[in-house]
């Protein structure tokens, strides 16, 4: 016991300062368990073949065909046609759409998908986007819980169940496991909460600001940089003669010099290529593509001896708006960037994309770019090709939020990407499989049929994610088979021992929201479960109740940014403060913790 409970400290410590990555912290917290033996070795890496991590991984595959097959871009449409460019309709059908979403799509997956979404309809409409994501962020959320194949803490809370089982007193009757629709009525409660709250109280809750730089639908390259982020000036072609003091210099250097312009392209000889890497070398010859005011060019390349065009002649194909642009992509939580300068990155020599800014709350980076180190939240500005965009995207290092053009839509696949969702969820529902076999029997149709090939599936899946999830499962049934949750329990119940069924539900699931705000959902959920089951059991109560307050509690956390991955996300793209969260998230977080216990006691009556 006392081992368990010193890797629970420290896995909460670690999940809260970061120190170590949570993938790691989870690895090591299982390597732990099995090297002093807390449960049977040959079970320590179940985790990995546990029903919950076949059915996340299977969940992801097919939310990324939905993706591909082009269902987001016809939920754009029919947001249009429905909110008809009124903001108290937009916001409404906005969140309607995305609690639906929700109930069937990962959140931090499904608000990598909405974000593009949101913004171009923000775009088309002049609502500003803090109006918007925000409460489609608070929204998925809300909506989450309303079936067992979206949430990581439901999906996990079989597997919980079942350990619990097996270590339940002689003579307790054991707690049944949930299907696919069992958390519906409660799902649904707080799903209309949701988008009620925010369409009554939006215009009270969130800022009225209207922000230029909320605004990502990608322009013109000059209009563009000046109404965003105060980057003025046009572009321009600079040839370089053979007089010019800039032969045999990098990229790296020229841009070190007094007044030198954004260098985006560069052509030499036949050779042209979009964001150059910073040792390529200039020879006579080569043409530039740059980005400055008409002034500061001219006189730069006066002082540089080139020949200045105003007109894009030799690389007009690049600055195609068609083929390339500016665009604003968001570093999600599971992003490979995190700690990493922009130098280090070498997007340029890597993919072909230029940063020209990094925006960070109130504050924009845009010199000595390659010396900031990026942080989860993190809104960078980038010129590139969208093929490249693409491409980089492609990795989940970077959530493009600009809705750019996308070359692999598969817009012909879309009857079978939603036939074999469909099909997973009736497996699911009307079948006593898995819910494992359920999930991974769409995610292979759709492979077969080609929504998705093979190595598109590799890269849905958030393999971060699956490893906190799988590796944490093994604590979960440490705490049931040495006996610290029972001893937990205990120790509640001697302080609260003579409350109400009712201020124990509270407590439990207040102490949850809160584990929730600092740490991973599912680390919340795996340790706060046994206990609440052996808490039920110890007062009589129904464990379902207690494990399902539990469990859906772990998704209230709506009173800080970094409480979950979908409001970092939005963070940087809608323009929050902390105190936007709090405004919105303080009621909500109160409303939706006593719809919960009312919904979960009504149903366990």
Not at 262 to 273: F, Q
Request: glycine share 8%; aromatic share 6%.
């Amino acid at each position: 016991m006392i081992l368990v409970l010193g890797l629970v400290c420290f896995t909460m410590l670690m999940l809260v300062l970061e120190w170590i990555r949570a993938d790691m912290v989870a690895l090591l917290v299982v390597v732990v368990i099995g090297l002093t033996g807390l449960i049977p070795s040959d079970r320590v890496f179940n985790g990995f073949a546990g029903n919950a991590v076949i059915a996340i991984i299977a969940i992801m595959i097919m939310g990324a065909g939905l993706d591909r097959a082009g269902v987001l871009a016809l939920t754009a449409q029919f947001v249009m046609r429905m909110a008809r460019g009124k903001e108290s309709r937009l916001g409404v059908v906005i969140n309607a759409v995305t609690s639906l979403f929700s109930a069937v799509i990962p959140s931090q997956a499904l608000a990598a998908l909405m974000i593009p979404v949101t913004s171009r309809l923000s775009a088309r409409t002049g609502v500003p986007i803090s109006r918007l994501l925000l409460p489609m962020a608070f929204c998925i959320l809300t909506a989450t819980n309303t079936t067992l194949i979206a949430n990581s803490p439901l999906i996990v809370l079989n597997d919980l169940i079942a350990s619990a089982n097996a270590n339940l007193p002689p003579g307790a009757q054991t707690v049944p496991k949930f299907g696919l629709f069992s958390v519906t009525p409660v799902g649904l409660a707080l799903a209309i909460t949701g988008v009620l709250f925010f369409y009554l109280f939006t215009n009270k809750l969130l800022p009225e600001r209207e922000d230029e730089r909320q605004k990502v639908t990608p322009g013109r390259t000059e209009s563009y940089f000046a109404e965003t982020y105060g980057i003025v000036g046009e572009t321009a072609e600079l040839t370089v003669t053979a007089e010019s003091p800039l032969v045999g210099m990098s990229i790296g250097e020229v841009e070190q010099l007094h007044g030198a312009p954004l260098i985006l392209a560069i052509k030499s000889g036949n050779d042209a290529r979009m964001a150059p890497p910073a040792d390529q070398v200039i020879w006579v010859g080569s043409v530039l593509g740059v980005l400055g005011p008409r002034e500061e060019l001219n006189r730069f390349a006066n002082n540089q001896l080139c020949k200045v065009s105003p007109r894009m002649r030799q690389l007009g194909e690049l600055f195609n708006p068609t083929r390339a642009g500016i665009s604003e992509a968001v570093i999600p939580p599971s992003s490979r960037f995190l700690k990493q300068s922009v130098g280090d990155l070498r997007l340029r020599k890597r993919y072909g994309i230029s940063v020209l800014a990094v925006t960070r709350g109130d504050h924009i980076y845009r010199d000595d770019l390659r010396t900031v180190s990026l942080r989860t939240g993190d809104t960078l500005v980038l010129h590139s090709s969208w093929r490249a965009l693409q491409e980089v995207s492609e990795d989940k290092d970077l959530v493009v939020v600009t809705d750019i053009p996308r070359e692999e839509q598969r817009p012909n696949k879309v009857w079978q990407a939603v036939g074999f969702f469909l099909l997973a969820k009736g497996l699911a529902l009307f079948t006593n499989l898995d819910l494992s076999i359920a999930m991974m029997t769409g995610a292979i149709g759709m492979l077969l049929s080609g929504v998705l090939n093979m190595d598109e599936a590799y890269k849905a899946v958030n393999w971060k994610t699956i490893f906190v999830t799988a590796c944490l499962i093994p604590l979960g049934w440490s705490m049931d088979s040495t006996g610290t949750a029972a001893w937990l329990a205990q120790e509640v119940l001697l302080h609260l021992g003579h409350a109400s069924p009712w201020i124990l539900q509270t407590s439990l699931a207040v102490l949850t929201l809160c584990f929730s705000q600092v740490m991973s959902n599912v680390g919340a959920t795996v340790m706060m479960v046994p206990v609440a089951i052996s808490v039920a059991v110890a007062t009589g109560g129904n464990p379902s109740a207690y494990a399902l307050i539990v469990a859906v509690s772990s998704s209230n956390t709506f009173l800080l940014s970094s409480g979950h991955p979908a409001l970092m996300m939005v963070t940087g793209p809608g323009d929050y403060r902390a105190k936007d969260f709090l405004r919105a998230g303080l009621p909500l977080t109160f409303i939706v913790l006593v719809i919960t216990l009312v919904a979960i006691n009504l149903m366990f009556r």
